[in-house]
């Protein structure tokens, strides 16, 4: 399944696609995946390409940063295919770092990827810990009260059972009284407690919400039978299911399609750049032929957002 990929020579780690040992430990029970502590992986692009190039991208960054000469840029590395570990355990692999690297190339600066758990990305931002995050993480009007988006793709939620299974839910509707697996601090997390609150009200049984750190221990409770189903966004629950060897199957429809962007603290100077970076990977073709690598091109869209809005110009 390897596919040759040409941001290699701005991260050793593009030169190998998919490899099949990895997939498998990240998607079902091996640990390496986040496990809540942040490390630095290898640089997602480097160089002074996009300064050179006439692109000119590099001079939208504000000065303190192009002379500190890298942004950090914060990831959870659990979430195949969106990002996860390399054999080496270092260097994060996925749909993220590899859009990472080509914004890089584009900017002219170096991107320093950080292994984080998905529920202290957002607080990270807000406190200064990282300058970016990618983790396919969804905009909502909640979240855009501490950081900005620059929206990319957009797609929507899908529950996974173990194979065989009884309960086979075909809407949010039909989780109540069902033990759930999910992501600390996803959207799909606060789905299911307030599908729990409906059920009670409509008097059925709560929701059983089980959480966790990430969706390795997720998928370790719904595979050891202590979860009924799991939900994950659509492209990594359909990830988890073609690569569990036939141990999870998809349950009823996707739901809740929404776009997910690069988030950035308030007043950063970094959102023009990078949107302007995003509009330059979409144009050139880069943009899908990252998605079509990690068959994600449902998830494209024609032009970058801010907030769920045109780019003004």
């Known amino acids: 399944m390897d596919v040759p990929h040409k941001y290699g020579r701005c991260r050793r780690v593009n030169r190998?696609?998919?490899?099949?040992a990895m997939v498998a430990a990240t998607a079902l029970l091996a640990g390496c995946g986040s496990n809540g502590s942040e490390t630095s992986a290898a640089p997602a692009a480097s160089g002074a390409q996009a300064a050179a190039d006439g692109s000119g991208l590099n001079g939208l960054l504000p000065a303190e940063v192009r002379e500190r000469g890298y942004i950090t840029v914060a990831g959870d590395a659990s979430y195949p295919p969106i990002a996860s570990m390399d054999t080496d355990g270092k260097t994060m692999v996925g749909v993220d770092p590899d859009m990472a690297a080509a914004l890089g190339e584009k900017l002219g600066i170096e991107l320093?990827?950080?292994?984080?758990?998905?529920?202290?990305?957002?607080?990270g931002l807000a406190g200064g810990k990282f300058d970016a995050a990618m983790s396919w993480i969804n905009d909502t009007e909640e979240r855009r009260k501490v950081v900005d988006f620059i929206d990319y793709s957009m797609d929507g939620s899908s529950m996974f059972v173990p194979a065989g299974a009884a309960n086979r839910p075909e809407t949010l509707d039909d989780i109540c009284g069902l033990r759930v697996a999910l992501q600390k601090g996803t959207v799909q997390h606060t789905d299911a407690e307030k599908q729990s609150e409906k059920c009670e009200q409509d008097g059925k049984k709560p929701v059983d919400v089980q959480v966790f750190p990430d969706q390795i221990a997720a998928n370790m409770a719904l595979s050891s039978g202590r979860a009924d189903l799991s939900i994950a966004d659509t492209p990594v629950a359909s990830w988890q299911v073609q690569q569990s060897n036939g141990k999870f199957e998809l349950s009823g429809v996707p739901y809740g399609k929404v776009y997910h962007g690069m988030?950035?603290?308030?007043?950063?100077?970094?959102?023009?750049?990078?949107?302007?970076?995003?509009?330059?990977?979409m144009e050139d073709g880069t943009y899908q032929e990252i998605l079509k690598k990690w068959n994600l091109s449902d998830a494209a869209i024609p032009a970058p957002l801010i907030n769920g809005e045109p780019l003004a110009g």
């Open 112 to 123: 320093r990827e950080m292994n984080s758990a998905f529920d202290s990305i957002i607080p």
């Open 263 to 281: 988030a950035l603290p308030k007043d950063s100077g970094l959102l023009q750049p990078f949107a302007q970076a995003f509009k330059a990977i």
């Open 16 to 20: 190998r696609a998919l490899g099949v």
